[in-house]
């Protein structure tokens, strides 16, 4: 089944809102890359029960982008029943991913797929016409290899890169090197709407938002990390939100209507009010908010031990989020108040609390964005933690275990052994993934509005 996306003559013509940035005059660094307009995704891709594939080389294989794919399915739209497996491979091209694509991908049967190439495949030097006809050789043929197997396809398009790599450095400039990934991101464009298939624009954000950051925080803020090219958490935040609004998200997490004239409210679905009394509301809720901030300890690794809420660090997802619209496009959890009648009001959310005016409460506050740490957190993190173990293990399942050690065996052997050895790890597989099972749960907090 594909994925129905306009066609390449609609792409030209398509003027949505992030066509129209890509072309505005007060963002000549993108009008520059001579960028074909993307529409935006048309409605949910994502059906319910969906095993998604998320396919790329070294970027991917960070397991960093993925894992915030990965909690943002398991917690934010737990009753999609998505599941997830990354297939990240450092220096892989199309072609490389083609080769094994049988073998580590599709034994899994994938339902969805994403893809994260280009970076490579554009060698690190100024485009030229014949890496353009190969990577769209390759890319079509990943395309189509999928949907042989009835796996809908999201082509994402290579990121950029803030320095010349080591082995190329004093022959290319930055600005060579990004126009040539700009022109292989045209071309996945051009495949998505060839093939019918999903697009994720992944290199304009990453331009303007690594341009962003400089300009916020620095010329040593570096949204694609120490060597240029793979980011930290940050950059990684920006590649998720391409990924996860190209998948179709809307972001309606949670709505919360309070009438502060008779403890009333209403709430969303995946929620549910269990007892209002003197402006203290408890709810139970299936749907999480997307936690950038977490307990510290937890998930060290995912909230860096110093510093984990400094938006200067580009190790850190908040500071990505200042960068694109994540919060406001993908994580709203929105608390708003009827028949306000004092000027400010305090809102206490678990162990937090902020003061917000009665016009802020009547035109809704996004508790997601106020609150870094909120009943959540906690939960959130532990979900983090098992993901990370399951992702870790993807990784090590189809680059280490899923090769024969015996380089001279015979492929009967091989393909006995390789069968031997899948059924045992997908047995470990499935106990990581009861992990993550286990680490859900619904969360019953109180949100407590008082006059000041």
Same mark, same amino acid.
């Given at each position: 089944?594909?994925?129905?996306?306009?066609?390449?003559?609609?792409? @030209?013509?398509?003027?949505?809102?992030?066509?129209?940035?890509?072309?505005?005059?007060?963002?000549?660094? %993108?009008?520059?890359?001579?960028?074909?307009?993307?529409?935006?995704?048309?409605?949910?891709?994502?059906?319910?029960?969906?095993?998604?594939?998320?396919?790329?080389?070294?970027?991917?294989? =960070?397991?960093?982008?993925?894992? %915030?794919?990965?909690?943002?399915?398991?917690?934010?739209?737990?009753?999609?029943?998505?599941?997830?497996?990354?297939?990240?491979?450092?220096?892989?091209?199309?072609?490389?991913?083609?080769?094994?694509? $049988?073998?580590?991908?599709?034994?899994?049967?994938?339902?969805?797929?994403? $893809?994260?190439?280009?970076?490579?495949?554009?060698?690190? =030097?100024?485009?030229? +016409?014949?890496?353009?006809?190969?990577?769209?050789?390759?890319? =079509?043929?990943?395309?189509?290899?999928?949907?042989?197997? #009835?796996?809908?396809?999201?082509?994402?398009?290579?990121?950029?890169?803030?320095?010349?790599?080591?082995?190329?450095?004093?022959?290319?400039?930055? *600005?060579?090197?990004?126009?040539?990934?700009?022109?292989?991101?045209?071309?996945?464009?051009?495949?998505?709407?060839?093939?019918?298939?999903?697009?994720?624009?992944?290199?304009?954000?990453?331009?303007?938002?690594?341009?962003?950051?400089?300009?916020?925080?620095?010329?040593?803020?570096?949204?694609? *990390?120490?060597?240029?090219?793979?980011?930290?958490?940050? *950059?990684?935040?920006?590649?998720?939100?391409?990924?996860?609004?190209?998948?179709?998200?809307? #972001?309606?997490?949670?709505?919360?209507?309070?009438? @502060?004239?008779?403890?009333?409210?209403?709430?969303?679905?995946?929620?549910?009010?269990?007892?209002?009394?003197?402006?203290?509301?408890?709810?139970?809720?299936?749907?999480?908010?997307?936690?950038?901030?977490?307990?510290?300890?937890?998930?060290?690794?995912?909230?860096?031990?110093?510093?984990?809420?400094?938006?200067?660090?580009?190790?850190?997802?908040?500071?990505?989020?200042?960068?694109?619209?994540?919060?406001?496009?993908?994580?709203?959890?929105?608390?708003?108040?009827?028949?306000? /009648?004092? !000027?400010?009001?305090?809102?206490?959310?678990?162990? +937090?609390?902020?003061?917000?005016?009665?016009?802020?409460?009547?035109? !809704?506050?996004?508790?997601?964005?106020?609150? $870094?740490?909120?009943?959540?957190?906690?939960?959130?993190?532990?979900?983090?933690?098992?993901?990370?173990?399951?992702?870790?293990?993807?990784?090590?399942?189809?680059?280490?275990?899923?090769?024969?050690?015996?380089?001279?065996?015979?492929?009967? =052997? %091989?393909?006995?052994?390789?069968? +031997?050895?899948?059924?045992? /790890? +997908?047995?470990?597989?499935?106990?990581?993934?009861?992990? %993550?099972? $286990?680490?859900?749960?619904?969360?019953?907090?109180?949100?407590?509005?008082?006059?000041?």
């Amino acid at each position: 089944m594909r994925i129905k996306i306009l066609s390449l003559a609609c792409f @030209l013509a398509f003027r949505s809102n992030a066509a129209v940035e890509v072309g505005a005059a007060s963002d000549r660094l %993108i009008a520059d890359y001579h960028l074909v307009p993307a529409p935006a995704t048309a409605g949910l891709l994502l059906q319910k029960g969906d095993r998604l594939a998320i396919c790329g080389d070294s970027i991917t294989e =960070q397991k960093m982008y993925s894992r %915030i794919v990965d909690d943002y399915l398991t917690a934010c739209t737990p009753e999609l029943k998505i599941s997830v497996r990354q297939f990240g491979w450092g220096g892989e091209r199309a072609d490389g991913f083609l080769r094994r694509m $049988t073998n580590d991908c599709l034994r899994f049967h994938p339902t969805i797929a994403t $893809t994260s190439y280009g970076m490579n495949d554009h060698g690190y =030097q100024p485009y030229q +016409e014949s890496i353009g006809d190969a990577y769209r050789s390759n890319m =079509q043929a990943v395309v189509k290899a999928f949907e042989a197997h #009835g796996v809908r396809v999201v082509v994402g398009s290579p990121g950029t890169i803030t320095k010349v790599p080591w082995w190329e450095a004093g022959k290319y400039q930055i *600005g060579d090197l990004n126009h040539s990934l700009g022109q292989l991101r045209n071309i996945d464009l051009e495949i998505a709407g060839q093939e019918k298939v999903g697009f994720a624009d992944v290199f304009a954000p990453m331009l303007r938002s690594g341009a962003a950051g400089k300009e916020k925080y620095g010329e040593k803020y570096e949204l694609n *990390g120490d060597d240029g090219i793979h980011p930290n958490w940050a *950059g990684h935040t920006v590649m998720a939100y391409a990924f996860l609004k190209a998948l179709g998200l809307s #972001g309606d997490i949670a709505t919360f209507t309070a009438d @502060l004239s008779g403890n009333r409210m209403t709430v969303s679905d995946g929620h549910k009010l269990l007892s209002a009394k003197n402006g203290e509301y408890v709810i139970r809720s299936t749907r999480y908010p997307f936690c950038s901030g977490g307990p510290l300890g937890l998930a060290a690794n995912w909230y860096p031990t110093a510093g984990h809420d400094n938006v200067t660090n580009n190790d850190n997802l908040r500071s990505g989020m200042t960068l694109v619209p994540f919060n406001q496009d993908l994580n709203r959890f929105v608390l708003t108040a009827r028949n306000a /009648t004092a !000027g400010e009001y305090r809102v206490t959310w678990g162990d +937090e609390s902020k003061v917000f005016s009665r016009e802020q409460l009547t035109n !809704g506050i996004n508790l997601a964005a106020e609150f $870094t740490l909120n009943p959540f957190s906690r939960r959130f993190a532990l979900i983090d933690a098992a993901v990370s173990a399951k992702q870790d293990f993807e990784t090590r399942q189809i680059k280490v275990l899923f090769r024969p050690a015996n380089d001279k065996a015979t492929v009967d =052997q %091989i393909a006995k052994q390789t069968e +031997e050895v899948v059924a045992d /790890t +997908e047995r470990q597989h499935a106990a990581l993934e009861n992990v %993550i099972r $286990t680490a859900y749960a619904p969360v019953t907090y109180t949100l407590r509005i008082s006059p000041e």
